[in-house]
């Protein structure tokens, strides 16, 4: 509109000022009635030549501007996948843009297709739905708007997002102009997340159950939220530790270090690790755990989810089997070492004896075995106080 505001106002100017300006110089310049008479008749042709060539270079300048406009609209269309459509109620025809029919994968044609054609693109199980809508937009005139089905011809299913006004001549519906709009991949991207959620709410149901402590964490690897075990393992409700680094209370002075970075960086290069960790109960009670943390999506937001044990029991057997261990070997060394002596002595006597003619000489060897049996019962039940030590 201001365009052409613009061209109107160009032109009476020019026309005005040409009419003024050629009166005035050959009322004063040119003398003879017949070069001004001449004159007269063709400034008439000169002013219509310059508005024509002004409306030409406007006309130009205004069609590319379209052209821009145009190219702008339809690559927006293509990014948005939207294209319009026109249906004539009266031929019983539909107009489709070219946007609309490379989104729905037809041969690019400015026929008119007929509805039947249309209709039967539809999915078999949303005709009903389309038919109920666009006849109830036909009967009160309200904006026609539908989400439904489309089968491609190759057979692909497409989710459509349609709206469209009714026009009206003398009263009664003429012509149905709406766009429609490619929602499938909108479409799926819920359904996953649905899917997702679901499945996740189910997990979270699954974990409230279990013995085990689970805590979710975000990104960071702060808490997001805890199971009821949590709480009876380390004493910890969810209010008072939602936020906060689990190292920031569950370890202590002995915890070691290098267990608490592997799961740092477990869950900064958000990889799976599994360690075992001493931790630190409210009450200050020390306890083993074995902690596995996992990353996992979780609303889309990538999350960890770290499942705990407590081990205290296996970790004390753990080191009774290590002590007995210690115990064991110190034994060996015992019968390999402190009863093979007396015994190697006794069998040496033994063999004296039966060697020696002298009565006297036996004597002392008997004496010496003697010794020998003393020193090695004395071995044998410090052995033995051993082994009761051990509590097998």
């Known amino acids: 509109m201001y365009a052409q505001l613009r061209l109107s106002l160009s032109l009476l100017i020019i026309a005005l000022g040409w009419t003024a300006l050629s009166n005035y110089l050959i009322g004063n310049y040119i003398t003879g009635r017949y070069l001004q008479s001449i004159l007269d008749s063709y400034k008439e042709y000169a002013s219509i030549l310059a ?4 409306f030409h270079i406007f006309s130009v300048k205004t069609k590319k501007r379209l052209v821009r406009k145009s190219q702008f609209l339809s690559h927006a269309q293509e990014l948005a996948k939207v294209g319009g459509w026109e249906y004539i109620i009266k031929d019983k025809k539909y107009l489709i843009s070219k946007d609309l029919r490379k989104m729905l994968h037809l041969q690019e044609s400015d026929k008119p297709v007929d509805a039947v054609t249309v209709y039967n693109y539809i999915h078999p199980e949303d005709k009903k739905l389309v038919l109920k809508r666009f006849r109830h937009s036909l009967e009160t005139g309200d904006d026609y708007r539908v989400i439904h089905r489309l089968v491609t011809p190759e057979g692909k299913i497409l989710f459509i997002n349609e709206i469209a006004k009714i026009e009206s001549i003398n009263g009664y519906p003429s012509i149905v102009r709406g766009v429609a709009q490619d929602i499938t991949e909108t479409i799926l991207l819920r359904d996953s997340l649905e899917s997702t959620s679901q499945r996740n709410h189910q997990l979270m149901e699954v974990m409230s159950l279990i013995d085990d402590f689970v805590m979710l964490l975000d990104k960071n690897g702060k808490i ?7 709480n009876k393992i380390t004493g910890y409700t969810l209010s008072e530790v939602a936020g906060l680094y689990p190292g920031d209370f569950l370890e202590g002075a002995d915890t070691h270090p290098e267990a608490s970075r592997s799961l740092r960086e477990c869950i900064a290069n958000n990889s799976y690790c599994s360690i075992e960790i001493l931790s630190y109960t409210r009450s200050g009670k020390k306890y083993w755990a074995q902690v596995n943390a ?14 705990g044990s407590n081990i205290s029991k296996r970790k004390l057997v753990e080191s009774k089997l290590q002590q007995q261990n210690n115990l064991l070997k ?23 004896i039966k060697q020696s003619r002298d009565e006297l000489e036996k004597q002392e060897y008997y004496e010496a075995i003697i ?10 039940k410090d052995v033995n106080n051993k082994i009761n030590f051990m509590d097998i």
Do not use: M, Y
């Open 294 to 307: 996992t990353p996992f999506l979780q609303n889309g937001s990538l999350a960890f989810i770290v499942i």
């Open 330 to 352: 110190k034994l060996n060394w015992t019968l390999s070492h402190q009863i093979r002596r007396p015994v190697a002595s006794i069998q040496g006597l033994n063999i004296l």
């Open 224 to 230: 997001t939220w805890v199971n009821p075990s949590f």
């Open 51 to 54: 508005i024509a060539i002004l």
């Open 371 to 380: 010794t020998c049996a003393d020193e090695l019962d004395k071995v044998v």
